[in-house]
């Protein structure tokens, strides 16, 4: 019978219990469009030096790695989250009332406001009965998303301009905001798609590198490329059915 294969599948991330060694909650990567797992094995050789040929006489194993490499195609907070090293803070949406931009502002200057995901933007000035500024007249916005508004005609004006509006929830994820990398459970749910057979993998503590081609302009579709560790478990290592780093499984044939 055909043993043959081609793999598609799911992979999925949750974060380990670093008391029982189980995963918990997980959450799906979205499309991978690329993933390769390597593993290699450091060697020590030792060649013979009795016979006059020095061949090779033992060879110790010193040590084990493996890496996997992923390329993940969608903008999720999880993708995010192992990209950037970082926690995601919830920004809940709200408004902002007399927030006072800088002063001596000139006609093209442009300004940021301090929220981004702006709506309902009314911009007054400094004077004691204030007047409302007229977009297209006195400003006009560059972005809502970034919050920047560019001055038009400021003369007749008194600063300093304050601005009230509201602004949107958002997800805030600083770079490096983790102290260490991030670590997951990582499991694969596959079919071979020449058999029909299913395949798992199951890998237990994979240490993800900050990505290190994160582009921001795309002509084409935008992916995540990112490497991951393998890193011992030694909770599983004591299942002789799972191993220290993970465990792959195959379907029986029918």
Do not use: C
Not at 94 to 111: K, M
């Amino acid at each position: 019978m055909s043993e043959l294969y081609s793999l598609q599948g799911r992979f999925f991330s949750a974060v380990r219990n670093a008391t029982t060694g189980k995963p918990g909650k997980r959450t799906w990567l979205g499309n991978a469009s690329a993933a390769t797992l390597a593993i290699s094995a450091n060697k020590s050789d030792k060649n013979e030096s009795f016979g006059g040929s020095r061949g090779l006489y033992g060879s110790l194993i010193t040590g084990k790695s493996g890496t996997l490499n992923i390329t993940l195609d969608e903008f999720l907070l999880e993708n995010l989250t192992l990209a950037l090293h970082s926690t995601p803070v919830a920004i809940a949406s709200g408004t902002v009332s007399a927030e006072a931009l800088p002063t001596g502002l000139v006609a093209g200057d442009e300004v940021q406001l301090d929220k981004r995901f702006v709506s309902s933007l009314v911009l007054t000035d400094g004077n004691a009965s204030p007047v409302t500024l007229v977009e297209g007249t006195h400003y006009e916005i560059v972005s809502l998303a970034g919050g920047i508004v560019k001055v038009l005609s400021p003369a007749s004006l008194t600063q300093p301009f304050e601005a009230d509006y509201s602004y949107a929830a958002a997800d805030s994820l600083a770079i490096f905001a983790n102290s260490t990398p991030p670590e997951r459970w990582i499991f694969f749910d596959g079919i071979n798609t020449v058999t029909g057979d299913q395949v798992i993998l199951d890998l237990f503590r994979v240490q993800f590198d900050p990505v290190s081609d994160f582009a921001l302009i795309n002509d084409d579709w935008g992916g995540l490329q990112l490497t991951g560790t393998l890193l011992l478990d030694p909770i599983n290592l004591k299942n002789g059915n799972l191993g220290g780093y993970g465990r792959m499984m195959k379907s029986k044939a029918a």
